[in-house]
């Protein structure tokens, strides 16, 4: 049984991860025992992973640690609303990290010290580091802005669907905290009395797409969105468990249309939904990237899928 008397809860979802797991425990461990808030990890491994996952649990002694096995069919949104369900009621910050992260020190304090003095913000996030990608042309950058594929400011949310990262470290503002209007579920602290009205969408499976996005910016009807830059981690992307090109195109597609209708449904939205396809379509026809033909299938087939609203998202 969890403590009952923490004020805060380190949320982690995972499945078949064990290696990941470690090396993200091994980070936390490193730069922020605390008696005072609970490590949640919420497991929807098979048999013998699970076993390996419940074990590095177990053994984790920086702060308290519970495992919760998930039993039905795996899926990132309801294992987090499983673990909200269950925590203390004397939890009164929830942090969201993925089970693939290096934490950074002093990264848990930041956000929580952010929470509690600022009584106007509800979410926090901390600065993502990421292997580095290539770096987009202007005149790419500017054909993007143009399908709704982008925009010049951070953090926003566009009625395409697509949103614009805060979230990216950046060498002129390493000190000043910025405002957004969605958070990454991979780096994102939360007080506890908007989660209890605000829950991740049951309705989104597996993997789980723009589940964070969602939830996110649904929360950030209520109370400001900010971004802590001094609170750092880094994200290593594990390939395990990753959709492939064709997949990732397709569900990206579905999943923005489905966002687009709930949060926006209006007529301007659904144009700039389609004008975006358009742009992705383009984008991908010019590609030099290896993956570029299994993109472009995933991209038609999920069009298709679209127009027939054939997927559980696009039927209510």
Request: proline share 7%; aromatic share 6%.
């Amino acid at each position: 049984m969890p403590p009952s008397s923490v004020s805060e809860a380190i949320v982690m979802c995972t499945r078949n991860r064990p290696a990941e797991l470690r090396r993200t425990l091994s980070s936390i461990e490193a730069c922020c025992p605390s008696a005072d808030r609970l490590l949640v990890v919420v497991d929807a491994s098979d048999g013998a992973e699970r076993m390996r996952t419940r074990s590095l649990v177990e053994r984790f002694a920086p702060c308290p640690s519970v495992h919760w096995p998930y039993a039905p069919p795996p899926s990132s949104a309801r294992q987090r609303n499983a673990a909200l369900d269950r925590l203390p009621r004397s939890v009164e910050v929830v942090h969201f990290i993925d089970d693939d992260v290096t934490v950074h020190p002093g990264y848990f304090e930041a956000l929580a010290s952010k929470l509690r003095t600022a009584p106007d913000v509800g979410g926090v996030g901390g600065c993502i580091q990421e292997p580095e990608r290539p770096s987009s042309s202007p005149y790419r950058a500017r054909l993007r802005r143009l399908f709704g594929l982008a925009h010049p400011v951070p953090g926003r949310v566009l009625r395409s669907g697509v949103a614009t990262t805060a979230q990216s470290p950046s060498p002129d503002a390493a000190s000043s905290v910025r405002e957004t209007e969605w958070l990454s579920s991979c780096a994102s602290s939360y007080c506890r009395t908007l989660l209890d009205r605000h829950r991740f969408d049951s309705a989104l499976t597996g993997y789980a797409m723009l589940e964070d996005l969602d939830l996110s910016y649904r929360i950030h009807q209520d109370a400001r969105l900010v971004v802590v830059p001094t609170a750092r981690l880094t994200h290593r992307r594990s390939a395990r468990n990753r959709f492939d090109a064709e997949r990732y195109s397709h569900a990206l597609t579905v999943h923005r249309r489905w966002f687009v209708e709930k949060h926006f449904g209006d007529a301007q939205a659904r144009r700039a939904y389609w004008w975006s396809q358009v742009g992705r379509l383009l984008a991908l026809l010019a590609s030099s990237n290896p993956h570029r033909t299994a993109a472009l299938q995933g991209l038609l087939r999920g069009l298709r899928t679209v127009l027939r609203r054939d997927h559980p998202l696009l039927r209510s």
